[in-house]
């Protein structure tokens, strides 16, 4: 029996055109209780109310569910002992949230906005979003588990449309890490704001990207995607269970010999930087694949039961209202060799793809991922701006094809959709590769 | 259970009162609050298996605080007691006082509210997990069953019930108890070492009547028929999009430009084209909130004003945007009674705070309907020459620019009026509102989704990229 309980705090305050168009204040608490029947049934249940009342019921609730499926269930699960931990930890925090008044916290999306108007009259739409999220976190279990976690995380995100006669180019970025305020001392909110406005009034001028085959080199924005979405997920054990794209394939060559990814929940100021995960499992680098060789999938208690291995700490619940699953922390690929330069250099005819729009993938790997802008890359040198478009494959195929991966691998904020959200970080180099575009230029 | 979502939402609605009559002595201009005592209970199912099984109760408050100079603050607790539902209130007002400047910023007058009937049913609430269970169970047996080639990959079964109320500083105060249920079957086929992409089959209503053995089936179906599929050479022609399809993708691109807050700010493609053809004459359009038996059918929207039924685009011709009560002041407009806390989209913002009482409420349809035409799919199938028929793609319409670059995945290639072998691979690229003028044909097999209840669309002039 597992018991979480959370306080979680957000202050969100969105500037759109000029105008504070949401400034809220969300306070939330709850509890939620995981039993584990007959060594093969979860039963899970959630509660706001915290009076002993409902959070008995929340107890029996969980129970209850847990046995209603028990006898359907085929596979035994047999939980490897775990050290009981006991541990009060805070996610190391610079500037605290409290440190400005409300007041003052409509400054930061408000220099953003300032950042967009300084690029001129083109953007039609601007939008700048801050979110301070301050999470409390308790997780007890049966057997003898007392965590406690204090983690901070701060996000700004600016989104811009961008029109000139009939021309509407949208461009957008986020901004985001474990820990306070310092996150505006390395980029100040109107640099972010200039930035991506610029990117979308140049893009008004852009072509339309082509279509088909292509090589390319994918700027870390975009790779980060492709590495969460694509390569991530398949790497998940209870999607890999499923009979995703890696399944069974322990030991082998299943992707280009220069990459190496890991997942780590321990990245400084990583969006997805955890201690412990909701099953009380410290969380650790866990490296998945070696020089192209598959190492480990991401586990959760459960999975590694029935896989025979010990679990890796990526059982993670959005809050207190869902139940873990197995997520990833900070994903990562390992840096290579080769500066942007030399990796534009070889390429003699291909685009060199920028920024997400995000997407989604399914267990087999098969992806749909926007990109915000391209360029040209004729004769290894960068020409001509294009606009974004969507890129498709599988992405173990598209994996196999690297030849180059980037020397400088940065941190960069994101979100999955899994059955319920996540904020999670990635550590992404360039890579350059071969995938399908589908533009609908020339 | 049941009892105490009652007494939960008579304490909750009891607090709220309280701390709206503490706000009206305060110098606010207007203030709202909206709340809810939801319960759900869902069986998640994964590989033939039941996964895991599920009850969450999350009841809560956001109250909407405006003071002198339409200064806008809102805040929200689901901590219910007299003590924090009102320091919720008092949170409000004092980030509306360092707020700024919503121009035009308006909550709607009271007006009569006509119950509307089937949007409750005591099965739902008082459903067991046992029952539940056995539907998810006997989804996964009708799709398993059909073919043994066939495997569930991935499911869902949820019965949710609650309450609903508004209150405001204007004199509305409405509330409204409701029921919904779906189901969600993902099933994959498997034969000697080809295994297809998962194809998924959906249920949404309102009462204790799902089909689990007609969505496994359906499912289970689908799935089968992408056996031996083969890539296609890129083309520029006929494609028909499915209800699925529809539902996504171009319903998608659709609301981004009829809410009303997109044409306040010149972001819709549409801005300045009522009264004027923006789509093909077959295409007829309507927000229908008061649609028996529709997933998002409710009595007012959720900012407590009544529901109704608006016609958007009448035969290709664009009537009406999307509205709540500010954008209708904003352009001097009726409202539409479109304002929902529900709306999903790809916002990360929305995605971290939730829904719900969490959030302010933004333009949605509630259900969105496309009027259905005469012919079956099958039918306009047999009419075309050469052409793609798109049940489902993957990926997303572009906001603001309404392209569209998806992946085929429940896709098949026609010529000469028959379906000749599934798609592996390849993409359609476009932009949705040229689509919407090439449509050629409308099918009769409109399907209730979330929020949308669409038929199958005959789109000319496509360009799909071959792999």
Redesign the interface.
């Known amino acids: 029996m597992n018991l979480r309980g959370q306080k979680r705090r ?1 202050t ?1 305050c ?1 500037v ?15 509890m ?1 209780a995981r039993a584990l029947v007959d060594d093969r049934s ?9 009076t002993p009342r ?1 959070v008995e ?1 929340a107890l029996a ?1 969980a129970i ?3 046995k ?2 028990s006898r ?4 035994r699960i047999e939980l490897t002992a775990t050290k009981a931990v006991e541990k009060n930890v805070r996610a190391p925090v610079k500037r605290k949230l409290q440190e400005i008044s ?2 003052d916290i ?1 400054n930061i999306p408000f220099e953003a906005y300032r950042g967009v108007k300084d690029v001129g009259r083109e953007v ?2 601007a939008k700048a ?1 801050y ?1 301070g ?1 301050e999470d409390e976190k308790y997780f007890l279990s049966s057997e003898g588990s007392r965590i406690r976690q204090t983690i901070t995380r701060v ?1 700004l ?1 600016v989104e811009i ?1 961008a ?1 000139s006669s009939g021309t ?3 461009a957008s970025e ?1 901004l985001g890490h474990s820990g306070g305020l310092e996150l505006f001392d390395k980029t100040p909110p109107r640099s972010l704001g200039s930035r991506v406005a610029k990117k979308a009034v140049e893009l008004l001028k852009a072509k339309a990207p082509p ?3 292509q090589r390319v080199v994918v700027h870390p924005t975009l790779c980060a995607t492709l590495l969460h979405e694509a390569i991530g997920h398949p790497l998940e054990a ?1 999607l890999a ?3 995703g794209g890696f399944g069974d394939q322990t030991g082998k060559l299943v992707s280009s010999k220069l990459v190496t990814i890991y997942d780590d929940g321990r990245v400084q100021n990583g969006l997805g930087y955890f201690p412990y995960d909701d099953e009380g499992i410290g969380c650790k680098r866990t490296v998945l694949i070696e020089n192209g060789v598959l190492k480990s999938f991401m586990h959760d208690r459960t999975s590694a039961s029935i896989a025979g291995v010990f679990p890796t700490g990526n059982a993670h619940a959005w809050d207190y ?3 873990p699953l197995i997520r990833q922390t900070n994903i990562g690929i390992q840096a290579g060799d080769y500066s942007l330069e030399e990796m534009i250099e070889s390429v003699q005819n291909g685009l060199y793809l920028e920024g997400t ?4 993938a ?3 790997a ?3 991922f ?1 990109f915000q802008n391209a360029r040209w890359i004729r004769r290894g040198e960068l020409a001509e701006e294009l606009r ?3 890129v ?2 599988n992405a173990i195929e598209v994996f196999k094809t690297i030849d180059a991966v980037g020397k400088e691998a940065i941190l960069r904020p994101g ?1 999955c ?1 899994k ?1 319920q ?1 996540a ?1 999670q970080g990635r550590v992404v180099p360039a890579i350059r590769c071969e995938i ?1 575009v ?3 230029g020339r | 259970m049941t009892t105490d979502l009652h007494e939960n939402w008579t304490e909750l609605s009891g607090y709220v009162h309280k701390a709206m009559k503490m706000l009206e002595k305060q110098s606010v201009s207007l203030a709202e609050a909206f709340f809810t005592s939801p319960q759900s209970t869902e069986v998640v199912v994964r590989n033939s298996e039941i996964l895991t099984q599920n009850r969450a109760g999350d009841a809560g408050v956001g109250f909407r605080v405006s003071v002198k100079g339409n200064k806008v603050g809102f805040a929200c607790t689901n901590s219910i007691s007299e003590r924090t539902v009102n320091e919720a209130a008092k949170n409000a007002l004092h980030i509306a006082k360092v707020s700024s400047e919503i121009k035009s910023f308006a909550l709607p007058e009271p007006n009569p509210i006509k119950k509307l009937k089937g949007l409750f049913d005591t099965r739902v609430e008082e459903a067991s997990i046992e029952d539940i269970v056995e539907l998810a169970k006997r989804g996964i047996d009708a799709a398993e069953g059909y073919d043994k080639r066939v495997i569930v990959k991935a499911g869902r079964v949820s019965y949710m019930s609650g309450w609903r109320g508004v209150v405001n500083t204007l004199g509305v105060d409405c509330e409204e108890r409701e029921t919904k249920t779906l189901i969600y079957l993902g099933a994959s086929g498997k034969q000697n070492g080809e295994v297809t992409s998962s194809c998924a089959d959906y249920m949404f209503k309102r009462t204790a009547t799902l089909n689990p053995e007609a969505v496994g089936t359906n499912a289970a179906k689908t799935a089968i028929s992408l056996f031996h599929s083969k890539p296609v050479v890129s083309f520029q022609g006929t494609v028909v999009f499915g209800p699925e399809a529809v539902s996504y993708q171009l319903f998608d691109a659709l609301t981004d430009t009829l809410k009303g807050e997109n044409v306040a700010s010149g972001r819709s493609f549409w801005s300045k084209k009522t009264g004027k053809a923006v789509a093909s004459e077959n295409l007829t359009i309507e927000d229908n909130a008061l649609l028996e038996d529709g997933f998002s059918s409710r009595s007012f929207d959720d900012e407590g004003y009544p529901s109704q039924k608006t016609v958007l685009v009448r035969r290709g011709k664009l009537e009406s945007f999307l509205h709540s009560a500010t954008t209708a002041n904003l352009l001097k407009t009726d409202n539409t009674g479109n304002a929902s806390r529900y709306s999903g989209g790809m916002n990360m913002a929305r995605a971290i705070v939730g829904n719900g009482y969490r959030a302010k409420p933004e333009i949605h349809p509630s259900n969105l309907v496309i009027q259905h035409g005469r012919k079956s799919k099958e039918q306009i199938v047999r009419e075309i020459d050469r052409g793609v028929l798109v049940d489902s793609m993957a990926g997303f319409a572009q906001l603001g620019s309404g392209m569209i670059s998806a992946q085929l995945s429940t896709s098949f290639y026609i010529e000469k009026g028959e379906i000749k072998h599934p798609i592996k691979g390849g993409m359609v690229s476009g932009v949705a509102f040229d689509w919407f003028k090439q449509v050629s044909e409308v099918g009769n097999d409109s399907k209730q989704f979330v929020d949308s209840v669409v038929p199958s669309l005959k789109v000319e002039n496509v360009k799909v990229i071959g792999s």
């Open positions: 957000i969100l969105t759109k055109n000029n105008v504070i168009e949401d400034y809220s204040n969300i306070a939330l608490t709850g939620s979860w039963g899970f249940s959630s509660t706001n109310m915290l409902s019921g609730n209850k569910l847990a209603a499926s359907f269930k085929k596979k409300a007041e409509v039609a739409d979003t979110i999220i996000l995100m449309i029109k509407i180019c949208p986020n279509s088909g085959k209870d269970m499923s009979g209202s869902v139940e729009f995000g997407g989604q399914d267990v087999n098969d992806f749909t926007g974004g478009a969507n498709a494959g979100a959709g059955l959200y904020i399908m589908g533009g609908t």
